[in-house]
């Protein structure tokens, strides 16, 4: 087992990849916590998935922006 120093979770395997941090709960709080030099672009691709997939929902899925 190994717990990570950072957040205190356990695992099985030693260096489990995983993300510290807690999880964002809007699509703006994703994009917000990024390096501000790819925040436009995370703003672009949301914008073209909007305009091509009107009907489908956004949600946080995995910390991470889902449609």
Do not use: N
């Not at 120093?5 to 489990?16: A, D, M």
């Not at 807690?22 to 914008?47: F, H, M, N, S, W």
């Amino acid at each position: 087992m190994w717990t990570c120093p950072k957040c205190g979770r356990v695992f099985k395997r030693q260096e489990q990849s995983h993300y510290c941090g807690k999880a964002p709960k809007t699509i703006e709080e994703y994009i917000g916590a990024q390096p501000e030099g790819v925040r436009q672009y995370l703003k672009e691709v949301r914008d073209a998935l909007r305009a091509a997939l009107p009907e489908a929902e956004e949600r946080i899925s995995w910390s991470m922006p889902t449609y």
